[in-house]
């Protein structure tokens, strides 16, 4: 599956972006989708993430305020993020996996998106 990520910029800290993943190449509803992100020097982190039968998690820093869903019809899953921190600036990759998984390795990955939170 290839996926292509969009939607990232620049934003104030409190406000609001969502950001687009675009999957092509194989059946899109058959996959469990996810966002993951990186901040420079730090670890890939979840962000979130959305199962083949609709089950959502989400990273513990991003509760309350970010929300996943995906769209079968349209080989979409989406990223809304409200409420930004400063501390969100990151680039973000969008993650495939097929099955109903939530977790485990993701084998594909966009080439991701620059999100910028300014204080």
């Known amino acids: 599956v290839q996926l292509v990520e969009s939607g990232g910029g620049l934003v104030q800290a409190g406000g609001s972006l969502r950001l687009s993943c675009a999957a092509s190449?194989?059946?899109?509803?058959?996959?469990?989708m996810g966002w993951y992100r990186q901040a420079p020097g730090k670890q890939r982190e979840l962000v979130a993430v959305?199962?083949?039968?609709?089950?959502?998690n989400y990273g513990d820093s991003v509760k309350g305020r970010f929300t996943i869903s995906r769209d079968n019809a349209e080989n979409t899953v989406d990223l809304q993020m409200n409420s930004l921190k400063p501390e969100d600036t990151a680039v973000y990759y969008c993650?495939?996996?097929?099955?109903?998984?939530?977790?485990?390795?993701?084998?594909?990955w966009g080439q991701g998106t620059q999100v910028t939170v300014s204080s």
């Open positions: 190449g194989s059946i899109f509803s058959a996959h469990s």
């Open positions: 959305i199962t083949s039968s609709g089950i959502t």
């Open positions: 993650t495939a996996r097929l099955g109903d998984y939530a977790g485990g390795v993701w084998p594909n």
